[in-house]
Structure formats: structure tokens, C-alpha cells
């Protein structure tokens, strides 16, 4: 398997524009995973889904942002507008609900800077 | 009081030694617990999961589990400088809507 896809892998831009990140889970997993890293707080959990369906999306730090799954093979996470705060890594993992467990795997993550 | 606490380190250890990195949870209902190494720069990798009381073991790795204390800990034995890295201990909790709790990582340094 290809593991966690996530696109663009670095993205720059100016405060006030819109960012949208992308990513493909794992083929089988019924549960995505937005998180975000700083130095500062660490990893977040931003909000998460099951079944393409948002279970807890209490993570998410303002309205600016947003996310979606419209299938089982995508989703986004969008920034409207950015701002230089919201600069970070942010991750997407993905895991499936098994007998034994329910490992969760991350992609490369996408490092986002806003000027 | 955060659902998952770990040292931030970082936490030295010469080259050949074991390293001990510990972790206590407040949840008593997590059920699945789950060591991840980062590298600057990287994405958190998994490298143990434990998911009963005990020891679990794989090469160099041993993760250890102890409900009644809500304590999770991970050992290397035989550290390489390779094994410098962030740890991050998970939690996840399958009657919170399968909800996973992470630490802020400690960070391991093997000196050669």
C-alpha cells in the first residue's frame, strides 16, 4: 500500500489567502485524522472522521477553518483566511477499527508558512 | 491536567545503553497504547503498540503496560545514535468515538 498520501508537501503563501491541503488515506481505513504541529503546542488533533462522517471537529481552532471528506479516498482542510499563525506542519493520518487495535498512520505531512 | 504526560526531555543516554522513555494516562478506559518515533523534519512513525498489561517486546524495542497505574513505557536497549529522535506516546480511547490521545514527546538524544 501506498500509505497516507498528502498534498502539496510545502506551501507558501500570503496572509489572507485561501489554503487548501489535501490528503488520500489508506485504502480500508474508515477513520481520517487532522492534526497540527508547532513547537510551541505540539501535536494537535484538529478534527476527525469516520466513515467520511466528522465526529470531532472540537480541535478546530477558528471558523476560518474547515474540512471535508467527500468519499473514502479524500479529504481537505481549509484555511480562509490564513494568517501567519497558522503556520505548521500539519499531518493527516488514517486507521481502521480492527479486534487487536487500531494503529494510526501518518502521511509526510504538509509544512505550511504564511507571510 | 493532560490526557497523556510524557518528559519533555531531552533525556541523554551514551551509545550502547537502554533508554527508558515513560508515559502516564488519566483516561482508565483507554484500551489500545502505542509508541511513535519522530525525526526532525518527519512524520510521527509507529513502532510498538501494547494493548494488555505486560511486556511486548520487538528487537530492540520493549514496551511495557500497567493499567492500574495508568503508566506505559518504552525501552531501547543497545541505543544507536540512529535512535535519536522525538518519542510520542498514544493513547486511544474506542468508547470516546475511538478518540487517540497524543504526549508532547520526549526527546532522545544517543551520544556516540
Known amino acids: 500500500d501506498a500509505g497516507v498520501i498528502q498534498s502539496p508537501r510545502h506551501e507558501v503563501t500570503e496572509m489572507g489567502q485561501e489554503v487548501t491541503l489535501r490528503c488520500k488515506p489508506i485504502?480500508?481505513?474508515?477513520?481520517l485524522f487532522w492534526y497540527r504541529q508547532t513547537m510551541m503546542r505540539g501535536l494537535e488533533l484538529l478534527i476527525y472522521?469516520?466513515?467520511?462522517?466528522?465526529?470531532?471537529d472540537s480541535g478546530m481552532p477558528e471558523d476560518r477553518f474547515s474540512a471535508k471528506m467527500p468519499n473514502a479516498s479524500f479529504s481537505t482542510l481549509k484555511i480562509q483566511p490564513s494568517e501567519p499563525r497558522d503556520s505548521a506542519v500539519y499531518f493527516c493520518?488514517?486507521?481502521?477499527?480492527?479486534?487487536?487495535?487500531?494503529?494510526?498512520?501518518f502521511g509526510p505531512g504538509t509544512r505550511l508558512t504564511v507571510l | 491536567q493532560k490526557e497523556v504526560e510524557q518528559n519533555s526531555g531531552p533525556l541523554s543516554v551514551p551509545e550502547g545503553a537502554i533508554a527508558s522513555l515513560n508515559c502516564t494516562y488519566s483516561?482508565?478506559?483507554?484500551?489500545?497504547f502505542f509508541w511513535y518515533r519522530q525525526y526532525s523534519g518527519k512524520s510521527p512513525e509507529l513502532i510498538m503498540s501494547?494493548?494488555?498489561?505486560g511486556d511486548k517486546e520487538d528487537g530492540r524495542f520493549t514496551a511495557q503496560l500497567n493499567k492500574a497505574s495508568q503508566y506505559v513505557s518504552l525501552l531501547i536497549r543497545d541505543s544507536q545514535p540512529s535512535d535519536s529522535a522525538t518519542y510520542l506516546c498514544?493513547?486511544?480511547?474506542?468508547?470516546?468515538?475511538?478518540?487517540?490521545?497524543f504526549g508532547s514527546g520526549t526527546k532522545l538524544n544517543v551520544k556516540p
Open positions: 498514544a493513547v486511544n480511547v474506542r468508547y470516546n468515538f475511538n478518540k487517540f490521545y
Open positions: 493520518a488514517s486507521s481502521e477499527i480492527r479486534t487487536a487495535g487500531n494503529e494510526q498512520f
Open positions: 501494547i494493548y494488555s498489561n
Open positions: 483516561d482508565r478506559g483507554s484500551q489500545s
Open positions: 472522521f469516520n466513515n467520511n462522517v466528522p465526529i470531532d
Open positions: 485504502s480500508g481505513h474508515d477513520y
